[in-house]
């Protein structure tokens, strides 16, 4: 079965500093990744996926995460973040069409 | 291009009654889930429909959970009876195969209070 650990439970930042949240997954297989963020008071968002292709992929607000296949690892980063970035983030995975498994989640709390 | 609805968006009942949820997925997309956000945790599949037929249930109590998706295109998830270890916020998201690639989408979500 496919398992998802998210490291950091919460987060605080000042403003303009470096982000970088900690995404294992635990799987044998071809897995597709993603990152989700829920910001207070809506639902959740796709951040930015990868399926196959450059391990370095970036998705929307400055996001980008690495997928290292022999770490087993897809770590989330942004290198200035704003008050804005405030919210929850979910690292999930599958495999082929099936359902995501989703780690714990990251609170992130970005002070100005 | 309308996103994934859910009603209700809030929901307060007792133990023991029951209570059923809607979603409407993004128009076009095949396949529907429904997902269990319990407060401080990741989302947990309970069921995934391809069209109107089910591909897993397996994480779904079937003793006091039934959903169906009839069409193909709606999907209602209903509780009957609630306990109090139902709270939580039940997504629904939808997804469109596009070559190798499957994107789910999230609705806003129902979040459901046992008392």
């Known amino acids: 079965a496919q398992s998802v650990s998210q490291h950091n439970h919460h987060v605080i930042l000042s403003e303009a500093a470096s982000l970088e949240l900690g995404c294992n997954y635990s799987y044998g297989g071809t897995v597709n990744l993603f990152w989700y963020v829920q910001y207070p008071g809506q639902h959740l968002q796709l951040l930015l996926k990868?399926?196959?292709?450059?391990?370095l992929v970036k998705g929307i607000k400055g996001f980008e995460a690495e997928f290292i296949k022999s770490k087993f690892s897809f770590n989330l980063r942004k290198p200035s973040v704003q008050w804005s970035d405030t919210a929850e983030y979910f690292c999930?995975?599958?495999?082929?069409?099936?359902?995501?498994?989703f780690g714990s989640g990251t609170r992130l709390q970005v002070q100005p | 291009e309308a996103g994934v609805a859910q009603s209700p968006r809030y929901k307060i009942i007792e133990k023991r009654q029951s209570v059923a949820f809607w979603c409407n997925p993004i128009?076009?997309?095949?396949?529907l889930y429904w997902y269990q956000q319990i407060l401080g945790q990741g989302p947990k599949l309970l069921i995934q429909f391809q069209n109107n037929g089910v591909v897993d249930d397996s994480q779904l109590p079937k003793d006091r959970f039934s959903a169906e998706r009839l069409k193909g295109v709606d999907s209602t998830l209903k509780i009957q009876p609630a306990k109090l270890e139902d709270s939580a916020v039940y997504l629904c998201a939808s997804s469109l195969r596009q070559g190798f690639e499957e994107t789910q989408y999230f609705g806003p979500g129902t979040r459901l209070l046992v008392l």
């Open positions: 990868y399926f196959s292709g450059d391990p």
């Open positions: 999930a995975v599958n495999a082929g069409r099936r359902a995501l498994t």
């Open positions: 128009s076009g997309h095949a396949t």
